[in-house]
């Protein structure tokens, strides 16, 4: 079984546009994650939060605790975007589990 | 900017092996992690560890593994016999402090395991 479902698995855009990555899941949670993990496997931590919103230059995260939903956005995506973005939720049972990745591609 | 390391970064060892993995968190962080990624997969959760014990552990984590934080610097991820279905990306992480799971998470670039 998956805690965590994300959507698209696959994403091609062109620079500019905007995006979204949605992440749902089914446990109960104390906080949720966005990460970036770059080709050469590294992960980078993007947000971490447990309500409302959060923006950092252009990346902005949602989440909705009564929906179980988390949505990641990036304003005016740039190929230095590409990446592998992972939704990853802390359980109220202090486990962590991860969605599959969605993978951005940005074409100039 | 302070980072987590890991090393070695790329481990090939024979079925059957130990290999022990090791990382040194950033300075200050309280809570250590390890997790796993098999190639193509997801990332998969091991351990947490605080104030020199395991906080959790998942399924995955069983008597094969073990970690520790052997002289207040290294945190090390053991595997006692390897198996073919140990080859992986093992990444370490560090957290500031505080709960499990509430704090912004710092990943090493990871050790890549192969079992021959």
């Known amino acids: 079984k998956n805690e965590v479902e994300q959507s698209p698995q696959n994403l091609t855009a062109q620079e500019g546009e905007f995006i979204t990555i949605n992440c749902s899941y089914s446990v109960g949670i104390s906080a949720l994650h966005w990460l970036q993990q770059h080709p050469g496997g590294g992960i980078v931590s993007l947000f971490m939060?447990?309500?409302g919103k959060k923006k950092h230059g252009r990346l902005i995260a949602t989440i909705n605790i009564q929906e179980k939903h988390s949505s990641l956005h990036i304003t005016a995506s740039h190929p230095r975007d590409s990446a592998v973005y992972i939704c990853?939720?802390?359980?109220?049972?202090?486990?962590?589990?991860f969605g599959t990745g969605t993978s951005l591609t940005v074409i100039p | 900017e302070p980072e987590v390391t890991q090393t070695p970064s790329h481990q090939v060892t024979q079925m059957g092996q130990e290999v022990i993995l090791r990382c040194v968190p950033i300075s200050n962080h309280l809570y250590f992690y390890w997790y796993r990624q098999i190639l193509g997969q997801k990332v998969e959760f091991l351990v947490s560890?605080?104030?020199?014990?395991?906080?959790?552990k998942s399924e995955i984590f069983d008597d094969q593994f073990s970690v520790e934080r052997p002289d207040g610097s290294n945190f090390t991820l053991k595997i006692r016999s390897t198996k073919l279905e140990d080859s992986a990306m093992y990444f370490c992480?560090?957290?500031?402090?505080?709960?499990?799971?509430?704090?912004?998470?710092?990943f090493g670039p990871g050790t890549r395991l192969l079992v021959l």
């Open positions: 560890f605080y104030n020199n014990e395991i906080s959790e």
């Open positions: 990853a939720v802390s359980s109220t049972g202090n486990q962590f589990y």
């Open positions: 992480a560090s957290s500031e402090g505080g709960l499990a799971g509430w704090e912004t998470q710092y």
């Open positions: 939060l447990s309500s």
